[in-house]
């Protein structure tokens, strides 16, 4: 396929798959001549309504099935009925509710069902005629359990998410007042700080049923310093929140002292926490950032939030220090490039809409997230860059930029396994003057493409060497497509139980999905003159980067392989512990 098709490929899948298809996001007509009443949740089920199906199939009342049933025309079967793993295809009447579960429903022209059903993990086919004299639900995504050997089903143990090792809390309170004492890694390992301690008390007021007052005091110990100051080992943030229903508004305020990555996008902070924790290959940079901000926020419907945020701090240059990993501990970190040092003043402007089903794992919905930001100083204390990428900037008073980012992405689920979803993102200078070193972006690595080493563009000039690999571009815009396909593997069928049942928890083998993406993406450098793009233009097509791959996803831990489609890039290997996006 040409670069450019595929390009125009991914772009357009954010907007024509969700055209084509949002008519399957809340009903699904599976007879077009059957009644308009079976609604299918395209959600992950909730977990009271799995109870619900579990109950309902342990019920001693019930007949319960594990596997394949027909109930043929002119039979009758008393209910409830309840089928798990299989197919229960009516023919003849059952008198009660019926209850499928990680299984099909499949009722023919003369079948009659006299009481609700419901179906978790499974479809419902539904031929014209048939009758159902109850309530219908139907979820698609299969449900947590599993069959014990006495028969019944008990529900599976959720896969914890890497993220959320690591921790413990303490909660206590007294009426209104309630307080949760929380000490965490963090979750951050890096080559700045290590293994970043944080702990402290978090207290709740809530004077009514409409409002909340919250205050969290956090203290982070870095197991690594930075200096020989005390301030070079500990760091902290303090911050108050309030919050208020009927109107959903609230009020944030804070102050912090915290080592936080440079804008340049990579991976989550915990995936790059523990690529360095295993591997020493941090893929953030870092400076210190010590200040103070507040942000106004609402929520006009249920689905949007928009925020106003003021602050200002002190961002200064930190180097790489030598903490340990696991395995490469003899090789040395990747060195952390300086920043513009100096007092920034921020002001943003944010808007976040979110229709997903969910945050984890979603199939279904759309999520936007729209930053515009401006910004000053009047003692920035600049670096001095290669000419090609950014002309010099005065010292002192007057330093002052504007930058966008965005997020958008549509989730589409087109049948009981297979779903699609698209992203388009990107960002970078606005306008004012140029941007300095913590705001600038490169593309390349296991994010947004995969298929192309770690920073490959990162807009550096030619014949500069940079053993920081520092992001230099002033813009990136990159569109990523993935179709996904559920692929359930049962590692207990060839595995002793005690080993499968960790390997699930784990990494959740039985809620696989078979992945293949595309990936497209370019970081430039806007303006006039040679090597830059006008500042209304984006690059042409032929000099974007492509990458196509594909590999198989648990939801924490996912294993792929990409390769590029410009260059002579080898086909690459990568592992990711969530979703892409």
């Given at each position: 396929m040409p670069r450019s098709l595929l390009l125009g490929a991914l772009l357009a899948s954010a907007l024509l798959v969700p055209a084509t298809l949002s008519a399957?996001?809340?009903?699904?007509?599976?007879?077009p001549s059957a009644p308009?009443?079976?609604?299918?949740?395209?959600?992950?089920?909730?977990?009271?309504?799995?109870?619900?199906?579990?109950?309902?199939?342990?019920?001693?009342?019930?007949?319960?099935?594990?596997?394949?049933?027909?109930?043929?025309?002119?039979?009758?079967?008393?209910?409830?009925?309840?089928?798990?793993?299989?197919?229960?295809?009516?023919?003849?009447?059952?008198?009660?509710?019926?209850?499928?579960?990680?299984?099909?429903?499949?009722?023919?022209?003369?079948?009659?069902?006299?009481?609700?059903?419901?179906?978790?993990?499974?479809?419902?086919?539904?031929?014209?005629?048939?009758?159902?004299?109850g309530e219908i639900q139907v979820y698609w995504d299969a449900a947590p359990v599993e069959r014990q050997p006495d028969g019944q089903l008990t529900l599976r143990p959720r896969t914890r998410l890497l993220s959320q090792l690591g921790g413990a809390r303490a909660r206590f309170g007294v009426g209104p007042l309630q307080a949760t004492l929380m000490a965490s890694t963090g979750g951050t390992y890096n080559r700045i700080e290590g293994l970043p301690i944080v702990l402290g008390p978090s207290l709740t007021w809530r004077p009514d049923s409409t409002q909340a007052l919250r205050l969290d005091l956090r203290g982070i110990v870095r197991t690594v310093g930075t200096g020989s100051q005390l301030r070079s080992d500990v760091g902290y943030s303090a911050r108050l929140e309030w919050r208020r229903r009927n109107p959903r508004v609230g009020l944030v305020v804070g102050v912090h002292s915290r080592i936080v990555p440079m804008r340049?996008?990579?991976?989550?902070?915990?995936?790059?926490?523990?690529?360095?924790?295993?591997?020493?290959?941090?893929?953030h940079d870092y400076f210190e950032s010590r200040g103070i901000s507040g942000e106004v926020f609402g929520y006009p419907i249920r689905q949007l939030r928009l925020g106003i945020v003021v602050g200002r701090d002190q961002e200064s240059t930190v180097l790489a220090s030598d903490p340990w990993s696991l395995f490469r501990n003899r090789d040395r970190w990747r060195p952390n490039p300086p920043i513009d040092d100096g007092h920034y003043v921020h002001l943003a402007a944010r808007l976040r809409y979110d229709t997903r089903n969910s945050n984890d794992?979603?199939?279904?919905?759309?999520?936007?997230?729209?930053?515009?930001?401006?910004?000053?100083?009047?003692?920035?204390?600049?670096?001095?860059?290669?000419?090609?990428?950014?002309?010099?900037?005065?010292?002192?008073?007057?330093?002052?930029?504007?930058?966008?980012?965005?997020?958008?992405?549509?989730?589409?689920r087109v049948g009981p396994s297979l779903r699609v979803a698209a992203r388009v993102t990107g960002g970078g200078w606005l306008g004012g003057d140029p941007l300095p070193v913590q705001e600038r972006l490169a593309l390349g690595g296991p994010d947004l493409l995969p298929g192309y080493g770690f920073r490959a563009v990162n807009c550096a000039p030619n014949g500069v060497v940079d053993p920081a690999q520092t992001a230099l571009c002033d813009r990136m815009l990159a569109a990523q497509l993935e179709l996904r396909t559920r692929v359930g593997i049962d590692p207990g069928r060839i595995l002793p139980k005690p080993v499968s049942d960790a390997i699930e928890r784990?990494?959740?083998?039985?809620?696989?999905?078979?992945?293949?993406?595309?990936?497209a993406g370019m970081g430039w450098l806007s303006g006039d003159g040679p090597g830059r793009v006008p500042n209304n233009r984006i690059p042409v097509l032929n000099e974007w980067r492509y990458d196509v791959g594909g590999g198989l996803d648990t939801g924490t831990l996912g294993i792929y392989l990409a390769k590029a489609l410009t260059g002579r890039e080898p086909l690459r290997l990568f592992v990711r512990l969530q979703h892409r996006f």
């Open positions: 399957q996001d809340s009903v699904i007509v599976i007879d308009f009443a079976d609604s299918a949740l395209t959600g992950g089920p909730p977990i009271e309504v799995v109870r619900r199906a579990v109950a309902a199939y342990n019920d001693s009342a019930t007949t319960r099935i594990a596997g394949d049933l027909a109930v043929p025309t002119g039979a009758a079967m008393p209910g409830p009925l309840a089928v798990y793993g299989g197919t229960l295809r009516v023919s003849g009447a059952v008198d009660g509710a019926v209850v499928v579960i990680n299984g099909t429903l499949a009722l023919d022209s003369n079948a009659t069902v006299g009481g609700d059903v419901l179906v978790v993990g499974g479809r419902l086919h539904r031929s014209a005629g048939a009758v159902i004299n340049s996008r990579t991976l989550s902070a915990m995936e790059s926490g523990w690529s360095a924790f295993l591997l020493q290959r941090d893929y794992n979603p199939s279904s919905g759309w999520f936007g997230d729209i930053t515009v930001e401006h910004s000053n100083s009047d003692d920035v204390s600049p670096l001095q860059l290669p000419s090609g990428v950014r002309g010099s900037i005065p010292p002192g008073n007057g330093y002052a930029f504007n930058r966008l980012s965005f997020d958008l992405r549509r989730y589409t784990v990494v959740g083998l039985r809620e696989a999905d078979l992945v293949f993406l595309g990936d």
